[in-house]
């Protein structure tokens, strides 16, 4: 190693794929060997290849027309290093300490981890250990704490607005409901999002349990003014206030969610497809997006984000700045430290202006 | 009606609703009441429309800024006006009887049937009854005899490649196989469009039945190489080379297609990914397109196609040449006695070229 | 007019028209009419419509449809009633008088513009005459004062670099210089921001004068580590040092802009790739965007914008609220007094975190 | 070499580029190396790289995710290594003696050349100097004979069609003539395809020289009626029947082309947006399109095409037929003999269906 090399960094990306992660790689690797000459280390398949150490040095040659790719170059894992329980003692564990010893081995200064909560969460746990960490949040969700926006989020809405403006022409020429199931299980940012900018005539997100027969009286209503057509957007985590008391009850009784258990527990789509058939004799059909939500190349906005994230992040590298999550907030790239977003989700708050505006326009909520 | 007019005819678009039919109607209607000073009368619901007499005359206001919109100004419907059964009497049954003497009511000197297979096949025996009509062939699953495009067609197989490619980002990141369900439950040419056009590692469609052993094989044989992961892309209409046997058996007994009879039998895609899943042990994951398929803008070559199909109707009305399909043939806009489309569908041939030709490049067909 | 009117508000569109103005209309249309039962005048083309007195009361059915919709279901102008010269009585002239009559007699409570810079000025010396008014920021240039972002400017940055993607190819194909010249004459936000999404190796703004020999060094520098070719993204306003300083100089002169005055002055884009070629030999090729930027469909961001600033203007209007511009501040959606934005120009700070970001990801601006 | 290699094939790319031709070039690649065990060498910037003998073997991992980038992975270059003249005797000169020696060097069976006219006249020449040819017909233009389609033309036809979509909504909301530039120096396919598709209201192309008040009347009528915007495609090479005649004239005389001898004569679009103005009046505005119609993303139809002649070339080649250029005929895949193609440009025909589709819609071509 030259002496030029000031720090030794290591990038891993984690949890599930998102466009922007290569942006973010590069906007990492372009400055940390640019301007300040730092080595930089990329790490195989997220938290697996720290355990297994699959690891390789990175060159600018890596960096270049990435910027516009889907996926990561890095590859990706679901793996999680620390044993489930809060009550978990961090210093213990096989992993975690694998995980330190290669972090010593390979001489890093820092791990830059690009991930959403999970991912950042493990990452506070291994400062806690004593290793440096930088994390970026990355997540079609936007659930993570303390910024506005994580990068791959507006790809997502993005792709889910495009997705609900084909199914609306469709919903028109056959006066059918149609329903859209988008991703979000805890919270409900993408499908306010989609819905809203798709014009979504009914919004069912986590936050806000809904009724199907209040969401019945409205397409109704729709169908008596001579819109015989309806678009609902539904989160994947949107229940029925019925099912949310039943999922709250057996929270409390320490039962393990009763959809959860069933391996082919039908989606929120279909099950609110068939309550508003019930309700209504409307025919209602389903699209489900799925993974198309996650591909494909990251839009502007989020290629953008993602590369002022991965430079914030060897700003502060630079500074000898550890702990500390990149974020967006109030109109400005920025950090905060990394213990505030562990372990924490961002919901919807029930009087987010957003919502109000959708109410505005006309939009059910299924909730009055 | 003032003398000029030269001929009255109705407009009606039937079956599952298609990018392009608006630019069809836009091409007829501009051409008819343009050039020729024919009135265009516009009947709602397909079918149904004629059934319960909902129509309007439409003017050039109607035909202004629809060339790229989606759905159909008209509404569509899957009312099929003749009872089952092939030993029917076409001059019997109540509602063939009530569009007869619609058409007269009306003063229809032609109906224009924009739709596929069953429209087609309804339109002629309607034909047979006395009636003039003219057919134009839109369908997304390319399956209409006598033409080598149909309008709509194309467009699905843009957003069919779309979403291909959308996988391939995420299939990579993470070592996944990406089972991909589209359209297509007698023929396999979105499939087989989009699965070239997508690079689809495995194409399976209804004309060739597969053997998952062989498919296994193929996808372990790719990990082996070190591409770990693999795109399939299957029509809604593939079957094993047991279920084919099956079926075929079952249909010689005179009973009902199985898994038809189950209202929730699980589609292509997820019985693939179970079998998959079962002989290589891969990850696997499902995404059905679905009604994304229909929707939306129509592809410039829809546009196009669907203009030049509307066209020609109307040149042949003016030279009243009725009961025949407009179809594109070598290269070319013509058309064909109606009978020559009616009940048939058109299969991809086994020897076809772009099956050999995705051999070549490495595609998987299932058949060894 | 019924009692239950509580409000009469007019909307009009001015200046250059841009993605989003449908779905600002919508928004403040869907609530009015919706929650508050207010009255709702649609103003024809700007303040023409204002002072030609073409006017039309909209209903439901007006803001159907439109959300996804580019251009203005109202048309637009350039129209400034007021004329030119800071030192101007604005009680005078002709103009404003017949707008603030046909105001008292349309019954108007407020006038609501959607509109960039000139409309929000001339909207705020219309309160100033007595006028209730209330502006909505629309300008793909990004350069209104007082709001982070104004609606349209994203869709002009999706466009912009849809278009430097596709360049890219070319440019690496051939070995040569692409440049692009994109909208912004005073200010370099759309240059900017899609000239770091799509990667531009120099990107120049109106903000920094450049050298062209710094430029060109670059681009040699690029061609010895063997990338032979280079995305240049350049404001319309871009000037070298050396013109800026002619400018300025010609300012102070009281003298015309010496390109202004030239009806076919090479642009921005012409001018630089000659200086280009002249320093560095390399082949070098120009697109100009031009109205490529402003058309088209909405993307989701801005249709989300839109609506969120028409509900609030409503919001506003319900609260007697006026002489304000609706803007998005801090991550919230806001209002600020109009006189704060009138005769401003929003210009990107030279210490603009966006502009580091780039230049250590290896932008140059051209200025060392 | 191995035994077991049947064959060795070069591959070039030459002329300008042109979505499609990494696909094209995949698919040779997979082929020839999959199934038939040939050996495939990769010539850089086309007839160039043949000259400098410059090249490399490729291998599988060359052909991996192409199938969907823009540009060629082999580089381009506009090198004509005939010397010009009809006269001229084909044995002779320096260059094609260097090539021929380098086809011997590199032990090629036969030249695989992706271009338009130029590269597949240059082609047929080679073949008469005794190398083995094979020509796949690559070009946005379309002119290329005894082929319906060549790949890069619908994703051209796209790109146009998607400008002038957005330009239609800038010209409504302005009350303006948007006049759009497309390529096409001698043929109008480009221009004729994506206006219709885009909903044109006059089309120029080069093979109907129009009059300018002919245009001026359609376009007043159209003002009259109601319609007060305008959509003028205008190919580059379309020419006023005045300016037409002088250039025959001109060419009799053996005299240059004037406009060619001017290096910075008005494009077609801004001489006709001149002329319109001065007959009508109504603003006019000018989008010159430019490189944005060959860059990016090849169009699913164009993979295809791309893909299928590749294929079929390895076909030819394994039978031992060569000097042959695949084409797309009558809706299939086949071959002609290259000298068909040699030096020919195919025009549209002035009885083309696709005209009198335009005109039965109501597009004027400045001619009546």
């Given at each position: 190693m030259p002496k030029s090399v000031t720090k030794v960094i290591g990038i891993l990306t984690a949890g599930g794929d998102c466009p922007g992660l290569n942006?973010?790689?590069r906007g990492i690797g372009k400055a940390a060997l640019g301007k300040y000459g730092m080595q930089v280390v990329?790490?195989?398949?997220?938290?697996?290849?720290?355990?297994?150490?699959q690891t390789r040095l990175l060159t600018d040659h890596d960096f270049s027309g990435i910027l516009t790719t889907g996926g990561t170059i890095l590859g990706s894992s679901r793996e999680k290093p620390f044993a489930k329980g809060e009550s978990e003692d961090v210093s213990t564990g096989e992993k975690p300490a694998i995980i330190h010893d290669n972090y010593r081995k390979l001489g890093l200064d820092c791990l830059v981890t690009l991930g959403g909560n999970g991912t950042q969460t493990t990452?506070?746990?291994l400062s806690q250990l004593g290793m440096n960490v930088l994390g970026l949040p990355k997540t079609i969700d936007n659930d993570l704490e303390e910024t506005d926006v994580s990068f791959g989020f507006h790809s997502a809405v993005d792709i889910a607005t495009e997705a609900i403006d084909r199914l609306h022409t469709t919903a028109a020429s056959h006066n059918r409901i149609m329903v859209v199931e988008v991703m979000g299980h805890k919270a409900g940012?993408?499908?306010?999002?989609?819905?809203v900018a798709g014009g979504g005539d009914v919004i069912l997100i986590p936050e806000i349990p809904y009724k199907p027969s209040v969401i019945a009286r409205h397409l109704m209503n729709r169908a008596r003014l001579g819109k015989?057509?309806?678009?609902?957007v539904v989160a994947e985590g949107a229940l029925s206030t019925k099912d949310a008391e039943e999922k709250e009850r057996n929270k409390k009784k320490g039962r393990k969610d009763k959809n959860k258990s069933k391996p082919h527990a039908p989606s929120s789509g279909y099950r609110l497809a068939a309550e508003i058939e019930e309700h209504t004799g409307l025919e209602?059909?389903?699209t489900v997006l799925g993974y198309l939500q996650r591909g494909g190349i990251p839009s502007p906005y989020d290629r953008l984000m993602a590369t002022r994230f991965g430079t914030e992040a060897v700003r502060l590298l630079a500074q000898g700045k550890y702990n500390r999550m990149v974020v967006f907030k109030n109109g400005e790239v920025t950090n905060v430290p990394i213990e505030k977003v562990a372990g924490r989700t961002k919901h919807v708050p029930p009087d987010y202006e957003l919502i109000e505006c959708a109410r505005l326009v006309g939009t059910c909520f299924g909730d009055e």
């Amino acid at each position: 190693m030259p002496k030029s090399v000031t720090k030794v960094i290591g990038i891993l990306t984690a949890g599930g794929d998102c466009p922007g992660l290569n942006a973010a790689i590069r906007g990492i690797g372009k400055a940390a060997l640019g301007k300040y000459g730092m080595q930089v280390v990329g790490i195989s398949s997220g938290y697996e290849g720290l355990i297994s150490n699959q690891t390789r040095l990175l060159t600018d040659h890596d960096f270049s027309g990435i910027l516009t790719t889907g996926g990561t170059i890095l590859g990706s894992s679901r793996e999680k290093p620390f044993a489930k329980g809060e009550s978990e003692d961090v210093s213990t564990g096989e992993k975690p300490a694998i995980i330190h010893d290669n972090y010593r081995k390979l001489g890093l200064d820092c791990l830059v981890t690009l991930g959403g909560n999970g991912t950042q969460t493990t990452a506070f746990r291994l400062s806690q250990l004593g290793m440096n960490v930088l994390g970026l949040p990355k997540t079609i969700d936007n659930d993570l704490e303390e910024t506005d926006v994580s990068f791959g989020f507006h790809s997502a809405v993005d792709i889910a607005t495009e997705a609900i403006d084909r199914l609306h022409t469709t919903a028109a020429s056959h006066n059918r409901i149609m329903v859209v199931e988008v991703m979000g299980h805890k919270a409900g940012w993408l499908a306010l999002f989609s819905g809203v900018a798709g014009g979504g005539d009914v919004i069912l997100i986590p936050e806000i349990p809904y009724k199907p027969s209040v969401i019945a009286r409205h397409l109704m209503n729709r169908a008596r003014l001579g819109k015989r057509f309806s678009i609902v957007v539904v989160a994947e985590g949107a229940l029925s206030t019925k099912d949310a008391e039943e999922k709250e009850r057996n929270k409390k009784k320490g039962r393990k969610d009763k959809n959860k258990s069933k391996p082919h527990a039908p989606s929120s789509g279909y099950r609110l497809a068939a309550e508003i058939e019930e309700h209504t004799g409307l025919e209602t059909r389903v699209t489900v997006l799925g993974y198309l939500q996650r591909g494909g190349i990251p839009s502007p906005y989020d290629r953008l984000m993602a590369t002022r994230f991965g430079t914030e992040a060897v700003r502060l590298l630079a500074q000898g700045k550890y702990n500390r999550m990149v974020v967006f907030k109030n109109g400005e790239v920025t950090n905060v430290p990394i213990e505030k977003v562990a372990g924490r989700t961002k919901h919807v708050p029930p009087d987010y202006e957003l919502i109000e505006c959708a109410r505005l326009v006309g939009t059910c909520f299924g909730d009055e």
